[in-house]
Nanobody, 125 residues
Framework: QVQLVESGGGSVQAGGSLRLSCAAD???????MAWFRQAPGKEREGVAT???????SYAESVKGRFTISKDSAKNTLYLQMSSLKPDDTAMYYC????????????????????WGQGTQVTVSS
């Protein structure tokens, strides 16, 4: 069973920054990796993806503020979040899509095979 372990969440004021990490026991260089988030009462939302070759994509709501990256030598995925807003408050999950050669364009949770347990991000105004 693949394990993904997120860390780095916390509480921050609006305008602040956080960096999330996800330690994976799979080769991040071999799979599509992604960050999702889920706020209370809302559906899980795809935030950002990174392909095997490093190609990235972002939800419109975070474009220009969040950066997804990976360190393949450490099999670790990152999400640098800046200019945080209260609307960014959610549980953040990393995920791996092992059934695709490239990240699915739609960022749907059902396309991702493995998930971490999540890390909470709370942004206060």
């Amino acid at each position: 069973q693949v394990q993904l372990v997120e860390s780095g969440g916390g509480s921050v004021q609006a305008g602040g920054s956080l960096r999330l990490s996800c330690a994976a026991d799979l080769y991040t260089s071999s799979y599509c990796m992604a960050w999702f988030r889920q706020a209370p009462g809302k559906e899980r939302e795809g935030v950002a993806t990174i392909d095997r070759d490093g190609t990235t994509s972002y939800a419109e709501s975070v474009k220009g503020r969040f950066t997804i990256s990976k360190d393949s030598a450490k099999n670790t995925l990152y999400l640098q979040m800046s200019s945080l807003k209260p609307d960014d408050t959610a549980m953040y999950y990393c995920a791996a899509a092992t059934s695709y050669l490239r990240c699915p364009r739609a960022r749907r949770p059902e396309d991702y095979s493995f998930w971490g347990q999540g890390t909470q991000v709370t942004v206060s105004s």
